[in-house]
């Protein structure tokens, strides 16, 4: 017999790893770095969820923020961030790269919290998992271009931690 190569998941198996069972505990970690002439900025915003805690960890120009959330606001929040990812990773929009193990856009959608369609993005995938989402955009404002580069970490599935 011979091994047959991966050529992707199926649009069941791209489901089941967005249910939001999946994401009950978890860690979300976005690094996103803004680049014009002259200047770069990166932000880090952390996410960190448990059943019914979470906390928001925000660094802008090397200020760090950490907020606790209220156990009655937890659900409201994880929704809210979960929501905010589903035009991103529509299963019709990708395609599978066997070079680089990874789902590339191959469609187009919008970034929601930007208002901005993305111009390249990839998912990748470990165990049925999400473990990694990267896009591009670019944002213009006032006349001056920005260069957006995102990449957020999905980890610590069903071990997150909140102190």
């Keep these: 017999t011979e091994p ?44 960190e969820f448990e059943k019914s805690k979470a906390k928001v960890t925000a660094t802008l120009a090397g200020q760090t923020q950490s907020q606790s959330i209220s156990s009655s606001q937890v659900a409201t929040y994880r929704t809210a961030l979960l929501e905010s990812f589903e035009p991103m990773v529509k299963f019709e929009d990708y395609k599978y790269d066997a070079a680089t193990k990874t789902y590339v856009l191959d469609g ?17 995938f470990e165990n049925g998992k999400l473990v990694k989402m990267t896009y591009t955009c670019v944002i213009v404002d006032s006349g001056v271009s920005f260069d957006v580069t995102s990449t957020v970490l999905f980890t610590d599935y069903g071990t997150t931690t909140i102190d």
């Design 4 to 47: 047959v190569a991966f050529t992707g998941m199926t649009e069941e198996e791209w489901a089941a790893a967005f249910d939001e069972k999946q994401f009950e505990n978890f860690t979300f970690n976005e690094t996103s770095v803004l680049k014009t002439t002259g200047m770069t900025v990166e932000t880090i915003a952390i996410y």
């Design 108 to 124: 187009e959608f919008t970034i929601p919290s930007l208002g901005v369609k993305a111009d390249t993005a990839a998912l990748t």
